[in-house]
C-alpha cells in the first residue's frame, strides 16, 4: 500500500480522512512541538473523540500511550493508539490554544491558534465548529504533579518523535501545529513553533 507524507507548516493545521482500518502517523521532525489532535465521526461530526468519555470509559488516564481505545462523545471506539514512538510525551490537559488565552497572555491583534486552525479546516468542508474539543495533545511535557499541580516543562520531545493510530470508524482527523510562541511561563513549543509531518 502506498504510504504519502503531508508537511503541515508551522502554526497551521491540516484534515485527513480516515476509513476503518486506516492508519495515521503524526511525526515531529524538528522535536520540541506540540501537535493538537482531533478527531470526527466522518457520517456525523456533532460526534467527536472525546478525552472526559475516553478518561471514564476506556483509558483511566491522562496521558495517552500506546494500546489505548479513544472513544466518541457517544461513548464509541473511534480511534487507537498502536505505536508510540515518543516515550509517552502526550497529555490530555492544556486546551487548544485561542484567541481569547492569546489576549490574556498581552497579544495585539490577531494570533493564529489551534482553535481557529480547526474550525477554518473543518469549515473549507463545509462543517462548522463552534465548540473546540480537547485535544489530544501530542508531544506535549505537561504534567499534573503529586500535588495536584499542572505544569508544563519545557517540551522534551525529539527530533522524529512519532504517534500511529488506527482509524476504529470512518473519520476525520485534524492535526494542529501549535503556534504557541509567547514568552511565558508555559515553554509549549522550545525554539519554535514547528512543522509537523502526517503519513496515511
Known amino acids: 500500500m502506498t504510504r504519502t507524507?503531508?508537511?503541515i507548516p508551522a502554526r497551521s493545521a491540516a484534515a485527513f480522512d480516515l476509513h476503518a482500518g486506516d492508519t495515521i502517523c503524526i511525526?515531529?521532525?524538528?522535536?520540541?512541538?506540540?501537535?493538537?489532535?482531533?478527531?470526527?465521526?466522518?457520517?456525523?461530526?456533532?460526534?467527536?473523540l472525546s478525552a472526559r468519555h475516553s478518561l471514564v470509559s476506556s483509558t483511566r488516564h491522562l496521558y495517552p500511550r500506546a494500546g489505548q481505545t479513544f472513544l466518541t462523545s457517544?461513548?464509541?471506539?473511534?480511534?487507537?493508539?498502536?505505536e508510540d514512538g515518543a516515550n509517552e510525551r502526550h497529555e490530555m490537559l492544556l486546551a487548544a490554544c485561542d484567541a481569547a488565552r492569546y489576549a490574556l497572555l498581552g497579544v495585539e491583534g490577531h494570533h493564529a491558534s489551534?482553535?481557529?486552525?480547526?474550525?477554518?479546516?473543518?469549515?473549507?468542508?463545509?462543517?462548522?465548529?463552534?465548540e473546540i474539543p480537547q485535544p489530544?495533545?501530542?508531544?506535549?511535557?505537561?504534567?499534573?504533579?503529586?500535588?495536584?499541580?499542572?505544569?508544563?516543562?519545557?517540551?522534551?520531545?525529539e527530533p522524529g518523535d512519532f504517534a500511529?493510530?488506527?482509524?476504529?470508524?470512518?473519520?476525520?482527523?485534524?492535526v494542529s501545529a501549535c503556534p504557541f510562541d509567547v514568552e511565558t511561563q508555559f515553554p509549549v513549543n522550545v525554539g519554535g513553533p514547528h512543522p509537523i509531518e502526517v503519513e496515511l
Do not use: W
Not at 27 to 48: I, K, L
Not at 114 to 130: D, F, H, K, P, S
Not at 141 to 154: K, Y
Not at 164 to 174: N, R
Open 5 to 7: 507524507t503531508t508537511t
Open 27 to 48: 511525526r515531529s521532525p524538528f522535536g520540541h512541538q506540540v501537535a493538537d489532535f482531533f478527531a470526527f465521526n466522518a457520517q456525523d461530526p456533532s460526534e467527536y
Open 74 to 82: 457517544l461513548r464509541r471506539p473511534i480511534l487507537k493508539f498502536v
Open 114 to 130: 489551534c482553535a481557529e486552525n480547526l474550525q477554518n479546516v473543518m469549515a473549507e468542508r463545509g462543517i462548522i465548529v463552534t
Open 136 to 157: 489530544l495533545n501530542l508531544f506535549s511535557s505537561t504534567r499534573a504533579e503529586p500535588d495536584g499541580t499542572i505544569v508544563t516543562h519545557p517540551n522534551a520531545s
Open 164 to 174: 500511529t493510530f488506527l482509524a476504529l470508524m470512518d473519520c476525520i482527523v485534524v
